[in-house]
T-cell receptor, first 116, second 110 residues
Framework: EAQVTQNPRYLITVTGKKLTVTCSQN?????MSWYRQDPGLGLRQIYY???????DKGDVPEGYKVSRKEKRNFPLILESPSPNQTSLYFC???????????????FGNGTRLTVT | QKEVEQDPGPLSVPEGAIVSLNCTYS??????FMWYRQYSRKGPELLMY????GNKEDGRFTAQVDKSSKYISLFIRDSQPSDSATYLC??????????FGTGTQLKVEL
């Protein structure tokens, strides 16, 4: 089954403790992206990648890192999490870097992160 | 002014009702218009995709775009309890970086 898989689904951590949220897609997609979803703010892009070893900042990149060493994986790293990073995180992928009906963004089922 | 405005709801309707969901936008560079549906504890999934003014129909769903007014709508006919979800409008100028609305929560009651 074609899918974007995120792990873990739920994570509670403390301020300053480094964590990684993994994202993997099995569709051989070129484009991958991370979003965070907050009430009243909607989905906002954190980072994106147009191919292996090519990453760039989205709208809210502060406090996050990413890497794209393999095409299928795009982990999100929080080096020193803070409470304002408590949010619902989504990884997404697409077969092309251009938007089209035939290559929409496919989203994972989310990771709910709480930083205390 | 926000780039995208979407009424958050919640919107509660009886089964069989016609539902109208709306978004306005301010960025003239937006050329592609989408509606995503998000069920509870799931990621958004693409529902409708359009790139021109006018209407596009897919089953019980109709997406309407008015570029001159910078206004898009999603109509759901004969709404069903399975349509209960959050609906997100999304926009892009061409790349895969989407700008999303905040979402409208819809509940269709028996």
């Amino acid at each position: 089954e074609a899918q974007v898989t995120q792990n873990p689904r739920y994570l509670i951590t403390v301020t300053g403790k480094k964590l990684t949220v993994t994202c993997s897609q099995n569709m051989n997609h070129e484009y991958m992206s991370w979003y965070r979803q907050d009430p009243g703010l909607g989905l906002r892009q954190i980072y994106y990648s147009m191919n292996v070893e090519v990453t760039d900042k989205g709208d809210v990149p502060e406090g996050y890192k990413v890497s794209r060493k393999e095409k299928r994986n795009f982990p999100l790293i929080l080096e020193s999490p803070s409470p304002n990073q408590t949010s619902l995180y989504f990884c997404a992928s697409s077969s092309t870097v251009r938007s089209s009906y035939n290559s929409p963004l496919h989203f994972g089922n989310g990771t709910r992160l709480t930083v205390t | 002014q926000k780039e995208v405005e979407q009424d958050p709801g919640p919107l509660s309707v009886p089964e069989g009702a016609i539902v109208s969901l709306n978004c306005t936008y301010s960025n003239s560079a937006f050329q592609y218009f989408m509606w995503y549906r998000q069920y509870s504890r799931k990621g958004p999934e693409l529902l409708m995709y359009t790139y021109s003014s006018g209407n596009k129909e897919d089953g019980r769903f109709t997406a309407q775009v008015d570029k001159s007014s910078k206004y898009i709508s999603l109509f759901i006919r004969d709404s069903q309890p399975s349509d209960s979800a959050t609906y997100l409008c999304a926009f892009t100028g061409g790349g895969n970086k989407l700008t999303f609305g905040t979402g409208t929560q819809l509940k269709v009651e028996l």
